[in-house]
């Protein structure tokens, strides 16, 4: 059965640069049948999609972002990291990876999530 | 970006009734529209994917309907289980967007 785990710092300050990383088991991210997305959601607020990638390592992001966000798939770790810079407290949220498949797809599953706060 | 407006943002029912939430787009999505099911503290469930196809495992008294820009997802018969987030996300184009999700609560 597919998992994702999400790691990282729970704390980052203003300025800053958020980093996170997705844990897969029981499947493989080289798998060419899949993306892998990040989603995050502020405290009692909606889901927000950041991007997604694929093997290859071709990404697409959310334009809201403004070129802040960066994903990167390594293969051999069987992993997915999530950079984001120039953070602010409206970028505190809990952060999710999930799987899609194909480009254009629903999302399952889902990693539990890691909360990321922002603050000095 | 395509636009979703997802009602009602509360619903207060009560085990054993039938509830529906709408998902309404700022433009067409064809059937590129899938519902989440979330619980507090927990990652987002999938239920339904191509408007109405129900993920395996899901219930059966989850129905998701509608095509374009007008989308339901029916609950036919609440359950205990049941009361919770939901949320509808477009897969049409990017960037994907997501509803601003219906709280389910019991009455």
């Known amino acids: 059965q597919l998992q994702l785990q999400e790691s990282g710092p729970g704390l980052v300050k203003p300025s800053e640069t958020l980093s996170l990383t997705c844990t897969v088991s029981?499947?493989?991210?080289?798998?060419?049948?899949?993306?892998w997305g990040w989603i995050r959601q502020p405290p009692g607020k909606g889901l927000e999609w950041i991007g997604s990638?694929?093997?290859?390592?071709?990404?697409y992001y959310n334009p809201s972002l403004k070129s802040r966000a960066t994903i990167s798939v390594d293969t051999s770790k069987n992993q997915v990291s999530l950079k984001l810079s120039s953070v602010t407290a409206a970028d505190t949220a809990v952060y999710h990876c999930?799987?899609?498949?194909?480009?254009?797809?629903?999302?399952?599953?889902w990693g539990q999530g890691t909360l990321v706060t922002v603050s000095s | 970006a395509i636009w979703m407006t997802q009602s009602p943002s509360l619903l207060s029912a009560s085990t054993g009734d039938r509830v529906t939430i709408s998902c309404r787009m700022s433009?067409?999505?064809?059937?590129?529209l899938a519902w989440y099911q979330q619980k507090p503290g927990k990652a987002p469930e999938l239920l339904i994917y191509?408007?109405?196809t129900l993920q395996s495992g899901a219930p059966s008294r989850f129905t998701g309907s509608g095509s374009g820009t007008d989308f339901n997802l029916t609950i036919s018969s609440l359950q205990s289980e049941d009361f919770a987030t939901y949320y509808c996300?477009?897969?049409?184009?990017?960037?994907?967007?997501f509803g601003q999700g219906t709280k389910l609560e019991i009455k």
């Open positions: 999930a799987r899609h498949q194909g480009v254009y797809n629903w999302f399952d599953p």
């Open positions: 990638i694929f093997y290859s390592g071709s990404a």
């Open positions: 996300q477009q897969y049409f184009r990017f960037p994907y967007t």
């Open positions: 191509a408007a109405s």
């Open positions: 433009q067409g999505i064809s059937s590129y």
């Open positions: 029981g499947g493989s991210t080289s798998s060419s049948d899949y993306y």
